[in-house]
Nanobody, 126 residues
Framework: LQLVESGGGLVLPGESLRLSCAAS????????IAWFRQAPGKEREVVSC????????TYPDAMKGRFTISKDYAKNTMYLQMDDLRVEDTAVYYC????????????????????WGQGTPVMVFT
């Protein structure tokens, strides 16, 4: 069971990035999925989740309107589209999955997710 991330990088404030997370060994169809991030010196926090099987996504207030979680079952890949990036979005971003649906909102704790990507860094600098 594996998640492999790609798409991080260095951007200016206001720019966009799309992170990808390819799953192998299991199907995202039927799984709870989420994105987390961890900034230097801070605890890991949830960025978005889609966990209860009805295609509804949950976002913390700081990400609403800027971040969008999605998935492509044919490619067995999940995505995080990030628009209007800010300096405070600088962090290592992780995708995560759980092989059954979970309840939301709010997004479940990180400890409910057993499959994790390796992390991809996003740096937003002036």
């Amino acid at each position: 069971l594996q998640l492999v991330e790609s798409g991080g990088g260095l951007v200016l404030p206001g720019e966009s990035l799309r992170l990808s997370c390819a799953a192998s060994g299991f199907g995202l169809d039927g799984s709870a999925i989420a994105w987390f991030r961890q900034a230097p010196g801070k605890e890991r926090e949830v960025v978005s989740c889609e966990v209860n099987g009805d295609d509804s996504a949950t976002y913390p207030d700081a990400m609403k309107g800027r971040f969008t979680i999605s998935k492509d079952y044919a490619k067995n890949t999940m995505y995080l589209q990030m628009d209007d990036l800010r300096v405070e979005d600088t962090a290592v971003y992780y995708c995560a999955a759980h092989q059954f649906f979970l309840e939301s909102p709010p997004c479940p704790s990180e400890f409910r997710f057993g499959i994790w990507g390796q992390g991809t860094p996003v740096m937003v600098f002036t």
